[in-house]
């Protein structure tokens, strides 16, 4: 698969762009497990384009993480085109344009999956995106607003003639949010519309090496994205990658290597951050995990409530001490 000039082979595995979640840390360890391509979190163009600070340290990229699309988010054309330009000069391997986050703060305001309610605009955004870079422009968004307008095949036209270089597709609407299952019979009809030639790729309820395997073998698409599947549980592009490639899978990992990699994580968090954020940024994704121990009530409410390095330190020796030989697959 191609976007632009960058060749990310057969079958790539994606890590899907997510609010608190996508950092460099974190986006550094899923490469190192075999995602082929990493996105930020999700950038304001309005925070972008007056130098928030929060904001622009999102803009940075490590070099061992590349490839890298940055993806930012907004309603009016002229902020998104400042932001747009802003973006090309931190060199991200392609830009990336939000039109399915579905949360109220962002898609109440007519941003992300809220621009499904005005097409026009959201192709005028993207078209003038596109004029204003010289980098690839792609687009993420959901399948609709609603079950009554589920518009993505026609909108996927139309993305793909005002000049993006690649479609990620959600296959919920809006007003699912991440509810019920995803539908990805329309992300398939998406792939199989005989006037696309641009890069599809899905995205929604990729949770295991074999439903990765079917998105591509029945549906047909060029690449698929991983989200909150790998949060908590990086290793799963590796997982995933490996069945793609020989039809077996990977024995569950044991416990013990889950404190192992949670503590480079926890470590990698505080070095980008501070103590104190680095482990709140990590409690979403310690709340994922260990979830088949049994006994292990009192030992979750402890590591989530911990606030010290050092009393989090001794929470996770104790689960892998305790623990640590069992296997445990978290789906």
Sequence with gaps: MKIGNLDLGKQPVLLAPMEDVTNPPFRVLCKRYGADLMYTEFISSDALIRSVNRTMKKLTI???ERPVAI?????????MVEAAKIVEEAKPDFLDLNFGCPVRKVAGKGAGSGMLRNVPQLLKI?????????????????????ADSKIIVELAEQLQDVGIAGLTIHGRTRCQMYKGEADWTLIGEVKNNPRMHIPIIGNGDITNPVKAKEAFE???VDAIMIGRAAVGKPWIFRDVKHYLKTGELLPPATVAQQVDMLKEQIDAAIDWIDERRGILHMRRHMAGMFKSLYNFKQTRI????????????LILNKIASEWGELQIEED
Excluded: C
Aim: charged share 40%; no cysteine; aromatic share 8%.
């Design 126 to 146: 993207t078209e003038e995106v596109v004029k204003a870079v010289d980098i690839p422009v792609t687009v993420k968004t959901r399948l609709g607003w609603d």
């Design 62 to 64: 490590l070099e061992e």
């Design 71 to 79: 993806q930012i988010y907004g309603k009016e054309v002229d902020p």
């Design 218 to 220: 029945k549906y047909g």
């Design 302 to 313: 402890d590591m989530l409530r911990a606030d010290h390095y050092d009393d989090l330190m």
